[in-house]
């Protein structure tokens, strides 16, 4: 038969155009609430199905009100189940078999049954039989269940086997319905929740708007407490016993005062400072909504427990913004960190996991075959049920999967970019999706042995420590456009400014690094592409004038393709091409005969002027900056401590600036308290070079050997190979006994760490954490310029090792770049590694005790002047 003669209406155009209309075979679950909302469907279900001709039974078996009024044409056949499980089956099975082929049939709620019953898992066996025999004789069925009321391992079953399931509920005054499973078709839209407003079903595309809504909605928790006599179940327990008692503080007797901070250190860890934190603005309710979106079992480690914090921090507040009308809700999920030993175990990982731990090295080929290893692992049913679970409850939105170690976004301890996060497209079958998501988990924990992250541990004298790794679930804030899905807005925002670039910048108000699209390319260095800085005191102020604000850029968005299903990066000006995103004159300049101006209307679609990612007016004539002012005036008041945030953001239609806070850590500042004056009296022949625009602070004496890479050998390198290899020779140096030993100075052009090699030397943070000064030469006719990385894990990294960094200028007169020394001195690199011969040509390795008859170097790095100068002792 042709597919398209198997369709058929449901009765309600809209309802037809969200599933692509209902096939015979199809039984049809509905989860409601209430009977109402069931009566909603198959009314207009039987008097289409009439209209058409049609066979129609209504199977009366409940004691509740009838959900359908007697009609001509339809039948109603009562049958009882009170004469159990089998008798009722089998009569059922009878009257199915009697009618026979294409019947349209509507049951009562199913929920009854459990009361005649008494166990879920009958009710189960019951859809299990009856559903594919009707599907055989390609009928269509209606069932009903009572959302919240049943065993996930009972809904699971019936999931698996109906053709359609679909979530029914009310927000405020408003309803909606959300498909989860409909079998053998798909839109882009089809598996998001819809507003129900006549006969016009929206899809929910913004992302504040569908977790507001998700979240909202009266929901099953995840997590269904056992009757163990584990501590993590039994405090639980006497916790939930005595709900009502603990939400009023004036009951609260010390016992459960004890209990509660119990489960606290069970869930989110037992840190000093972060048991201060989470026994002032944690409260039980907050602590039940982390076990109702927890799967399995553990901890939900640090970044979670940092966003958690920070949201309450800001809700609490008593300052002159009301943070409940700025902050998105949040509706995120926690895989618990026991789930994480529970794959390592079932694998036959975890010795691997341990041996690796113990080892000095692992190279990025042998970090492949551990990821190999990780994504052929399984996960066990009851935790893979769980997962479908919650990729039910996200539909087709976009979400990332984010590491949250227990030792991760801890006080001292930030682990910035070592472990990874995915981006889920999420579009897809609902088996695609469970896929692709299980493949991201697997790839955060593979991460967990990642070279960068051991040798950070390692660092920072944490490779003995119990590293678990638990998983943070967010959903992907912004909205479609297009075929694309990305924020308005997104970036990272500091407590401290370490990059003061004039003297009339405050430095304890913080600095905004801001971006179009996904916030990846505000923590990344990413090719020839800036963000927007923003000192917080003076957000006017750009390092840049003139027309080397269009050098110093956004040119680049990152986003997600929905279409392709991947996480990609595009120019700009193709994706806002039609100049019609919302608020876009916000968010960029306009260049015209050598001019940049403002736009001063909100529509650009006729303009024909080339736009440039400026967001001036959205500084001028928002409250963007005075939010996020407040917003870390309050956080750093609350910790006590510098901090480091992430987060998104838009306008909504009303003009108001929207917050979504991804992530809340404390950060490092070097310096604070450190009082540095730079030599004055230093001979010329002993200077190596200065710097003018330090952002870095300390004093580093007794250096040994000088990586020098020639800016202009660099450039003129013409195999690609040559300068990826490069960055492996910097690590091999790195790690060599005497260079840790005797100390290091590494000086490249432009960019370290770049993902762009013609930029600058392609390293990790494991290629050069044993350096002491991290230099960045600028030589602008050779493409290499320093970016001023503030706030980017990149720099965050060189901030918590210590390691100075400076961006010099040799064409600068003030640098005093001693060009002579650098390029007489021998070369040293084939003493220290003989199999690097084919790269001395491109880099130098200088010993300045041999070079210069016992000399060694010395730096000094002042931010508060922003000067620094490397001399020899």
């Known amino acids: 038969m042709d597919r398209t003669a198997r369709n058929v209406k449901s009765g309600i155009s ?121 599907f055989e004789l390609d009928t269509v069925a209606y069932f009903a269940l009572t959302r919240g009321q049943h065993a996930h391992s009972a809904v699971a079953r019936i999931r698996d086997t109906t053709q359609v399931l679909l979530d029914v509920y009310h927000v405020q005054e408003n309803m909606y319905i959300h498909p989860l499973k409909v079998w053998d078709r798909y839109t882009p839209q089809m598996f998001l929740p819809h507003l129900m407003s006549g006969n016009k079903w929206s899809p929910l595309f913004q992302s504040g708007e569908a977790a507001w809504v998700s979240a909202s909605a009266s929901r099953k928790p995840l997590h269904i407490t056992a009757n163990s006599i584990a501590p993590w179940e039994s405090v639980f327990r006497k916790l939930i016993q005595n709900r009502e008692v603990c939400r009023q503080e004036s009951g609260m007797t010390p016992e459960f005062t004890a209990l509660k901070q119990e489960l606290t250190r069970m869930i989110i860890g037992s840190h000093p400072e972060f048991n201060r934190l989470t026994d002032t603005y944690l409260d039980l309710d907050d602590l039940f909504a982390v076990r109702d979106r927890l799967i399995g079992s553990g901890r939900i480690g640090g970044k979670a427990a940092g966003m958690l914090l920070a949201r309450k921090v800001l809700l609490k507040s008593k300052g002159d913004m009301d943070f409940s009308q700025i902050l998105e809700t ?258 960029v300049s306009l260049l015209e005969d050598g001019y940049l101006s403002d736009p001063m209307i909100g529509r650009l679609e006729n303009t024909r002027q080339h736009f440039i990612m400026t967001f001036n007016n959205l500084i001028n004539r928002t409250d963007f900056v005075p939010i996020i002012d407040n917003m870390l ?31 809340c850590r404390p950060m490092r500042v070097p310096g604070l308290s450190e009082a540095i004056e730079l030599p004055a009296d230093i001979p010329r022949e002993r200077i190596l070079f200065k710097a003018n625009r330090t952002i870095s602070s300390g004093i580093k004496s007794g250096i040994r050997h000088i990586l020098y890479i020639d800016p202009k050998k660099y450039a003129a390198i013409e195999s690609p190979d040559i300068k990826k290899s490069l960055g492996r020779i910097v690590g091999k140096i790195n790690e060599h006994p005497q260079i840790i030993q005797d100390k290091i100075i590494m000086m490249g052009p432009g960019r370290w760490g770049s993902s762009n090699i013609d930029l600058g030397v392609n390293v990790s943070y494991a290629d050069i954490n044993n350096t002491s000064v991290l230099v960045e030469i600028a030589r602008e006719e050779a493409g290499h310029v320093p970016e001023v990385s503030y706030g980017t894990h990149f720099f965050l990294d060189l901030v918590e090792a210590q390691i100075i960094y400076l961006p010099v200028y040799p064409a600068d007169p003030d640098a005093d770049f001693n060009v002579e020394l650098f390029d007489n001195m021998p070369n040293t690199l084939c003493d220290i590694l003989p199999e690097a011969e084919k790269f001395a040509p491109f880099i130098k390795v200088i010993d300045l005790i041999q070079a210069t008859n016992g000399r060694s170097a010395k730096v000094v790095a002042d931010p508060k002047t922003q000067k620094s100068i490397c001399y020899l002792e």
């Open 330 to 587: 949040h509706d995120s999920f926690y895989i618990g960190s026991d789930v994480f030993f529970t794959f390592l175990v079932n694998n036959d990982l975890f010795r691997m996991r341990l041996q690796l731990s113990r080892s000095s090295h692992i190279s990025r080929e042998e970090f492949d075959e551990v990821e190999r290893r990780f994504l052929e692992g399984g996960f066990p049913p009851q935790i893979v049920e769980q997962f479908r679970d919650m990729l039910d409850y996200f539909g087709q939105a976009p979400i990332i999967v984010r590491s949250s170690s227990l030792l991760e976004d801890s006080f001292g301890n930030a682990f910035a970019g070592k472990y990874r996060s995915e981006f889920c497209a999420n579009q897809g079958s609902p088996d695609e999706r469970l896929k692709e998501f299980m493949n991201a988990v697997k790839l955060v924990y593979a991460s967990a042995l990642n070279p960068d992250a051991l040798t950070y541990r390692r660092a920072r004298g944490l490779g003995e420590n119990d590293e678990q790794m638990a998983i943070l679930v967010q959903r992907v804030s912004g909205m479609p456009y297009k075929n694309y899905f990305f924020p308005s807005l997104a970036g990272v925002a500091f407590s401290h400014n370490l990059y003061a670039w004039t003297d009339r910048i405050d430095p304890q108000k913080g600095m905004i690094r801001l971006v179009f699209g996904l916030g990846t390319r505000a923590v990344n260095r990413v090719g020839d592409d800036y963000p927007r800085m923003i000192a917080v005191s003076h957000p006017q102020l750009r390092p840049e004038t003139g027309l080397r604000i269009t050098k110093y850029s956004q040119w680049d968005v990152d986003l997600i393709d929905l279409k392709a299903n991947s996480l990609e990066t595009k120019p700009i000006e193709d994706i806002l091409a039609d100049r019609d995103y919302p608020n876009l004159h916000l968010m």
């Open 14 to 134: 809209a309802l037809d155009q969200v599933i692509q209309e209902l096939r015979l075979g199809d039984n049809v679950v509905w989860q409601v609430d209430s009977l109402d909302d069931y009566a909603h469907f198959t009314e207009p279900f039987v008097h289409q199905a009439l209209q058409d001709e049609r066979t129609c039974v209504y199977l009366r078996f409940a004691p509740h009100e009838p959900i359908l009024k007697p009609v001509e044409g339809l039948s109603i056949i009562e049958v009882d189940p009170q004469a159990g499980f089998d008798a009722f089956s089998g009569e059922v099975h009878n009257i199915i078999e009697n009618l026979g082929k294409e019947v349209f049939y509507v049951f009562d709620n199913l929920s009854a049954l459990v009361v005649e019953w008494a166990t879920d898992e009958l009710l189960a066996n019951f859809f299990q039989v009856t559903c594919p025999f009707l």
């Open 633 to 663: 005036t309050t956080l750093t008041k609350a910790y006590n401590h510098p901090l480091d945030t992430e987060f998104t953001a838009f306008i909504d239609d009303s003009g108001r600036v929207r917050i979504n806070l991804l992530q």
